[in-house]
């Protein structure tokens, strides 16, 4: 079926470059190139900061993965950046281990979030032929890494305490500290790019999720004209792909995918919804059965037939 995929689709490919062009896997602030010098510092247990890391990664992706789903991917798009900046550069002014660990899994969780974010929006937005970017989007955390490294080299070594000193003062100590700062400061510049230069369009499968129809319509048509072209997409034309769609896949799985009997098989499902609103208003009056027990059955009989049609 030409439809809706490719609606949605074949205006996109250009504003795709775009976000593949800067890729944002430079959030890539690694415990590990500041360990020995906070160790040095602080005396602590090092792998309680590579812990405090983890766990904002793991909250990061928890709540900025579900979340896009939720107040939509523009948002958090357009907010992980800062958060890493935020932290990583109050990072720098810690006291102690534990303000750093703290401060570590803040930012982290703006990392962790980042990540699942921005491969949905690059794979919703990315036409079906070309797909396979998604897998060369890792190239970019390649390229955090090695930046990350390059700014490490340049400041860390004639900035940071001997490791085998017992006193290390802050003075002596100030490396890993221009490191964060130089780091967060980056991510707030690259956030003031995202959300004061580029113009992200929310996900139009996100809005039709939402049942928000018209507004992803609107998305094609402003991104088939920021590509120069234009799409003959309506809200009507949106709200007719997706039945039809099922059963003539379906038809076509058994053989008889033609126009005539995939319509003819729409006719059937919605003539037999009509007794079906009758039957549940007359289950939820049983005794000992109610709405509860008309819930059930009929949630029972959904999956049921899911399963078969399967």
């Not at 979030?113 to 897998?135: C, K, M, R, W």
């Not at 989007?137 to 490791?163: H, K, Y």
Request: glycine content about 10%.
């Amino acid at each position: 079926m030409a439809s809706c995929n490719q609606w949605v689709q074949n205006s996109h490919f250009k504003q795709v470059l775009w976000l593949f062009s800067w890729g944002t896997h430079v959030t890539a602030i690694h415990s590990g190139i500041i360990l020995t010098p906070v160790i040095t510092e602080f005396h602590f247990q090092g792998p309680y900061f590579e812990l405090s890391q983890n766990i904002g990664l793991f909250v990061g992706a928890i709540v900025f993965g579900l979340g896009s789903d939720i107040w939509g991917r523009k948002v958090s798009f357009n907010s992980t950046l800062l958060v890493v900046g935020v932290f990583a550069t109050a990072a720098a002014g810690s006291p102690d281990s534990i303000f750093l660990c703290v401060f570590s899994a803040f930012w982290s969780v703006g990392v962790g979030g980042n990540l699942p974010v921005d491969s949905a929006i690059f794979l919703e937005f990315l036409p079906g032929t070309h797909q396979y970017l998604l897998t060369v989007l890792s190239i970019w955390w390649a390229f955090g890494q090695l930046f990350a490294s390059l700014i490490a080299w340049a400041v860390l070594p004639n900035l940071s305490c001997p490791v085998d000193v017992t006193d290390c003062p802050k003075s002596q100590n100030m490396g890993w500290r221009y490191y964060v700062i130089i780091m967060g400061v980056l991510m707030i510049i690259l956030w003031a790019i995202r959300f004061f230069v580029f113009t992200l369009y929310e996900s139009p499968k996100y809005l039709m999720g939402r049942g928000r129809d018209a507004e992803a319509v609107e998305v094609v048509h402003k991104v088939a004209a920021l590509n120069g072209t234009t799409s003959n997409l309506t809200l009507r034309d949106l709200s007719r792909c997706f039945i039809p769609y099922y059963l003539a896949t379906r038809g076509a799985t058994y053989g008889d995918g033609s126009s005539y009997l995939t319509y003819r098989n729409e006719v059937i499902i919605s003539v037999i919804g009509i007794p079906g609103a009758i039957l549940a208003g007359w289950m939820v009056d049983l005794p000992k059965f109610g709405r509860k027990g008309a819930l059930a059955s009929s949630t029972r009989e959904l999956l049921y037939h899911l399963f078969w049609s399967a």
